[in-house]
């Protein structure tokens, strides 16, 4: 394929960009390439292509007018270039130019296309009604080295078993630790897939990377984790999350997926109200999918635990949420330990609050026991230390 500037120009986003970023990484397997219209139709029958499970149609469907205009004036054989960023991201040769309904696309993702469910309406607002099918290039692409990685780790320990476990960590509790540390009782390498997300209401993925680095380094046994970047995009989103994830950690040569017991997904899906989980629509994907606990900090046990193990009940237990973790975080209030670890509650702070004290050396003299020198402290150095004091219980 070469480039023109008489090639006629489609604009995406970043969720576009990294969907089909995936595809050319081969990391959608048995998804291959766009789907035409007769495919579509045929993955939305049976939720099948190849005799395996995908959810949805793989298409390119960008929204707005100008896309519309272009897609609606397509020719097959035609070769156009498709903008990411202002930017030449790649180049395709038309195929086919199609029909879709975005608002039965939404109910495929999603489960409904009621617009008030978190997502729809962003997702919607980014589907066009006309979808482009043909082979694409990507253009100036760096390589994905992530499979690499996980092979070189394999390697290192002669790792038989491999479990995939996707997580946000937004940002990183004590029921995430409990779950990494009980997947890595019964696997030789655990692989992390760090969602990155587009949403500012998250921490940033710098923030949760280095979060979860300064637990697996400090509290885990050496060359027995890798964390691997995961763009979260739109085609991981609803009750179909899960089938997506045993697709990606299969083409990463994962040969076991956990989830959390409380993952949306899961919780979403059900089949006449039967007892069968999504788990069960996966069909041909050649990997183990195990359901973690869900866990809990019980006051009567005083430790963490399995809600299936312990027997005394909501009014003791108290819950990993972690939308209301990180607003005590964005508000500025250390959480207690029970429901992070002091070091990482530290980390997030000191960077989503730079420079909040005026005089930090004052306080930090005036409230902590000293040595009696003369030191400088960071922020995170104030953090920990204050913690210790929150944690002291003669008065209490």
């Known amino acids: 394929m070469t480039l023109s500037r008489k090639n006629k120009t489609l604009l995406i ?9 995936l595809l050319k990484d081969g990391l959608l397997s048995p998804v291959e390439s766009l789907m035409n219209k007769k495919e579509s139709e045929s993955v939305l029958k049976t939720g099948l292509i190849n005799g395996k499970s995908f959810p949805f149609p793989f298409i390119l469907a960008p929204s707005g007018k ?21 930017k030449p991201f790649a180049s395709l040769i038309v195929d086919e130019v199609f029909h879709i309904d975005p608002r039965d696309r939404i109910k495929h993702i999603y489960g409904t296309d009621d617009i008030s469910h978190p997502g729809v309406m962003t997702t919607l607002n980014r589907l066009g009604s006309l979808a482009v099918s043909g082979e694409y290039t990507l253009l100036n692409k760096s390589s994905n080295t992530n499979k690499q990685k996980i092979q070189e780790a394999k390697k290192l320990i002669n790792a038989k078993h491999t479990t995939a476990l996707v997580m946000a960590g937004n940002p990183l509790h004590r ?9 890595l009782d019964s696997t030789d390498l655990l692989v992390i897939f760090l969602l990155k997300p587009y949403s500012e209401s998250n921490l ?46 299969k083409n990463y040569g994962c040969n076991r997926l956990t989830i959390g017991r409380n993952h949306a997904g899961l ?15 996966v069909i041909g994907i050649d990997i183990e999918i195990t359901v973690a606990s869900e866990y809990v900090y019980c006051d009567k046990c005083t430790t963490l635990v399995s809600k299936n193990t312990c027997p005394h009940g909501q009014h003791h237990q108290i819950s990993y949420h972690s939308n209301s973790i990180l607003e005590l975080l964005e508000l500025g209030i250390l959480p207690p330990t029970i429901l992070m670890r002091k070091e990482i509650s530290a980390v997030v702070l000191s960077k989503l609050h730079p420079n909040r004290f005026k005089n930090l050396e ?17 922020e995170n150095d104030f953090y920990l230390e204050l913690m210790k004091l929150y944690q002291t219980t003669s008065l209490t």
Request: proline fraction near 2%; aromatic fraction near 10%.
């Open 13 to 21: 986003d970043k969720e576009a960009a990294a969907a089909l970023e």
């Open 66 to 86: 100008i896309n519309a205009e272009v897609l609606r004036s397509l020719q097959k054989g035609e070769e156009i270039t498709i903008l990411f960023d202002k």
């Open 175 to 183: 029921a995430h630790e409990k779950l990494i540390r009980q997947t």
């Open 204 to 249: 940033s993925f710098e923030i949760r990377k280095e979060s979860l680095e300064f637990f697996i380094n400090n509290f885990l046994t050496k060359n027995h984790v890798v964390v691997v970047p995961l763009e979260n995009s739109y085609i991981f989103a609803g009750y179909n999350e899960i089938i997506i994830d045993a697709v990606v950690a």
């Open 267 to 281: 919780g979403m899906f059900y089949d006449c109200n039967s007892n069968k989980s999504i788990i069960d629509k």
């Open 362 to 378: 004052k306080i930090y003299y005036d409230i902590l026991p000293s040595k009696g020198l003369l030191e400088e402290h960071t």
